[in-house]
C-alpha cells in the first residue's frame, strides 16, 4: 500500500503556441508577429478541472490530509482560469463513470483544456508472470490481500484511465494522480527542458508524473502537492521565459521532493510510449506575465515549410528549412530528427546517421529517432545493428507497431524466420488494419515454406487495402509455387495494371506462363524484363529455356551466355 500525495500526470498537447496571459479569458496570450507587429492569440474556448479527494476509506488507511489537499490544488488551478468541479469520498461504482462524464461535458470539444486530478490511495498488483498494475482505490475497495477480486472490481486501473483518457479531443488534458504506483509510463530518467517553446507547443504529447516508486511511502502531509502548487505558483520556470512546462515542473518536482525527502521519495516521470504522442510539451502560462510580449520565433515557420516540402518529396527544400532550425537551436534535437528523415529519403545515409545521432545524443528517449535509424541501416543491410535500433525503440515504446514490423522485416532478411513472425504476430497485435503487416508475415511464411497461410496473410493484405500491386504479385508467388498458373496470372495482371511495369512483376508473370506451356506469352514478359533490366540474370536464364522449349537452340545459346557473364560480373 502506498499513502499518496504526490502526482502523476497525463497530459495532452495538440495544438498551441503559449498558453493565456490571462486565465479569467480562456487563453489569450500577447506575441510579436514576424512583421515586429503584436497580436494577441486565443487559444481556449473554456479551462475546466474534476479534483477527487478520497478520504473516508473503509476499509484502507483515512486520509485527513486531502481535505487540505483539494482546496489547495482549487486555489492554483482557479488562479490559471479553470472551472472547478469537485468529487469527493468516490466509490468504484461512481469513480470511472464520473470521469466519463467529465469527460463527455467538456472533453469533446477541441478548444478545451481539462485536467483531472485524483488525490488518495494508490496501489501495486504484482501478477504470478511478473507484471505490475498500477491502481487508483476508491473508499469502498477492500484491501487486495483480503479480497483481490473485489478490490480488483472496485479499484480503477490505469489501462482504463489510458482509455478514458484516449477519448478526450480537446486541445489539452491533464490527469494528476496524487498516488503512487507502478507504471510503465514512468521512469527515473532526465528530461530536457525545451528551449522552443513554439514547437513542443504545437506537438502532441501524453506526460507521467508520480510522486514515488511503487516501493515508497509518502507522508500523510503530501510535501509532494506543496511543491507542485509552488511550481504552478512560478517556482518551477527554469528559464523565467513567463512559461512552466510539463518537463520544467517534472525536474522542479523531482529537485525539491527529493531535497525534503531524500531517497525515501523520488518522483518519476515520462512520456506515454506511442512516437505519435511524445513530441510536445504541456505549458501553463503564469499569471503574473500579463503584460510581457512573446516573440514568435522563426523556427515554427521553417518547421511547418520544412513539414510542406517533406510531404511534397522536395527534400532538399525540406533540408533547407530544417537546418534553419538546427542553426536557430543547435540543442533542439527534433530539428535533427526531422533533416535526418528528409535526408534517409533522398538516399543521403551518411548525413542520415549523423543527424539521427545527434537526435540520440540530445534526446535519447525518442523511440521514433532510434526506429528511422534502424531503417537507414536496414537499407545499407546492415540488419544487425538495425535489430538493435529497433530493439531498442520497442523497449522505450512496448506498443510501437511500426518498430516491430520493421524489425521483423531485418530478421527476414536475415533467415530468423521464428523471430521474423513473433515480430509481425506482435505488431498485427498492437494494429491489426494495417495491411503492410499482413503482407510482411506473408512473406515470412512463404519463406519459410508455408504456403497456406502465407496466401491467407496476402488475402488479409488485400482485403484491407485493394490498391497496393505487390500484395497481388506476392499472392501470384504463392500460386506459382503452387502451380497454380491460372491465378497467378490473374494476380500479377492485376498488380501490373496497378503499379508501373516493373521487371519483376513482369518475370513472375512470365514464370507462370512458361509454367503453364505458354512459351511465346513467357518469352514477351521475359524480353520486356530485360529492356527494363538488362543487367538482371535470371530472365536470360529462363527466357534460354522457354527459347529451348519452341526449339529455337541459337537464342537459347545466346541467352545462357549471357546469363553466364552477368553471374560473374
Given amino acids: 500500500m502506498c499513502k499518496l500525495l504526490g502526482t502523476v500526470w497525463l497530459s495532452f498537447v495538440l495544438f498551441m503556441s503559449a498558453f493565456a496571459q490571462t486565465p479569467q479569458r480562456g487563453g489569450e496570450v500577447r506575441m510579436r508577429n514576424e512583421r515586429g507587429q503584436v497580436e494577441t492569440v486565443k487559444l481556449y474556448e473554456g479551462s475546466y478541472s474534476l479534483i477527487i479527494g478520497a478520504v ?181 520556470d527554469a528559464n523565467n521565459d513567463g512559461y512552466v512546462t510539463g518537463t520544467e515542473l517534472a525536474t522542479y518536482l523531482q529537485d525539491q521532493v527529493i531535497y525534503y525527502r531524500g531517497t525515501l521519495q523520488t518522483p518519476q516521470y515520462g512520456k506515454i510510449r506511442d512516437p505519435r504522442l511524445d513530441s510536445g510539451d504541456f505549458i501553463f502560462t503564469l499569471p503574473t506575465q500579463t503584460t510581457k510580449v512573446t516573440p514568435r520565433i522563426n523556427i515554427m515557420a521553417s518547421l511547418l515549410q520544412g513539414e510542406e516540402f517533406f510531404n511534397k518529396k522536395d527534400y532538399n527544400g525540406a533540408i533547407a528549412e530544417f537546418t534553419k532550425i538546427i542553426q536557430a537551436d543547435p540543442q533542439f534535437a527534433q530539428g535533427y530528427a526531422l533533416r535526418g528523415a528528409a535526408y534517409r529519403e533522398k538516399g543521403a545515409y551518411d548525413e542520415a546517421i549523423a543527424d539521427f545521432n545527434s537526435a540520440i545524443r540530445l534526446d535519447s528517449r525518442n523511440a521514433g529517432v532510434y526506429s528511422n535509424r534502424g531503417l537507414v541501416y536496414s537499407e545499407l543491410e546492415n540488419y544487425e545493428q538495425a535489430i538493435a535500433d529497433f530493439t531498442q525503440a520497442i523497449q522505450l515504446d512496448p506498443k510501437y507497431d511500426k518498430a516491430y514490423h520493421n524489425r521483423g522485416s531485418a530478421y527476414r532478411k536475415l533467415q530468423k524466420y521464428e523471430q521474423a513472425t513473433g515480430d509481425l504476430v506482435k505488431a498485427i497485435e498492437l494494429n491489426p488494419k494495417n495491411a503492410m503487416y499482413y503482407n510482411q508475415r506473408g512473406l515470412i511464411l512463404l519463406l519459410s515454406g508455408n504456403l497456406d497461410q502465407a496466401a491467407m496473410n496476402f488475402d488479409k493484405a488485400i482485403e484491407l487495402d485493394a490498391k497496393d500491386a505487390d500484395f497481388y504479385a506476392n499472392r501470384g508467388l504463392v500460386s506459382i509455387r503452387r502451380n497454380e498458373n491460372d491465378r497467378a496470372i490473374a494476380d500479377l495482371n492485376k498488380a501490373i495494371q496497378l503499379g508501373s511495369r516493373d521487371e519483376k512483376k513482369l518475370f513472375l508473370r512470365g514464370t507462370a506462363y512458361f509454367k503453364k506451356g505458354s512459351y511465346g506469352q513467357a518469352i514477351t514478359d521475359f524480353t520486356e524484363a530485360i529492356k527494363l533490366n538488362p543487367n538482371w540474370p535470371e530472365p536470360y536464364l529462363y527466357r534460354a529455356a522457354a527459347y529451348e522449349k519452341i526449339g529455337d537452340t541459337a537464342k537459347s545459346q545466346a541467352d545462357k551466355q549471357k546469363y553466364r557473364e552477368l553471374q560473374k560480373e
Fill in 56 to 236: 473516508n476509506y473503509r476499509y484502507w488507511d483515512r486520509l485527513g490530509g486531502v481535505r487540505d489537499d483539494v482546496p489547495a490544488v482549487r486555489a492554483v488551478l482557479e488562479k490559471h482560469g479553470f472551472k472547478v468541479e469537485e468529487l469527493i469520498d468516490p466509490t468504484g461504482d461512481n469513480l470511472l463513470p464520473r470521469i466519463n462524464k467529465f469527460i463527455n461535458e467538456y472533453g469533446l470539444h477541441p478548444n478545451n483544456r481539462l485536467i483531472i486530478y485524483f488525490s488518495g490511495h494508490g496501489y501495486t498488483e504484482v501478477a504470478e508472470d511478473g507484471r505490475k498494475f498500477g491502481y487508483i482505490v476508491p473508499v469502498d475497495a477492500p484491501k487486495p490481500a483480503k479480497d483481490l477480486v473485489g478490490f480488483q472490481q472496485k479499484a480503477l486501473t490505469m489501462d482504463e484511465i489510458e482509455t478514458a483518457a484516449r477519448r478526450i479531443r480537446s486541445k489539452h488534458a491533464l490527469f494528476v494522480f496524487d498516488s503512487c504506483f507502478s507504471g510503465t509510463l514512468v521512469n527515473r530518467g532526465g528530461l530536457k527542458v525545451p528551449a522552443v517553446i513554439d514547437y513542443y507547443a504545437a506537438r502532441p504529447v501524453r506526460q507521467f508524473i508520480t510522486a514515488g516508486a511503487d516501493d515508497q511511502e509518502v507522508p500523510a502531509e503530501s510535501v509532494f502537492r506543496q511543491v507542485f502548487v509552488r511550481g504552478l505558483e512560478g517556482k518551477a
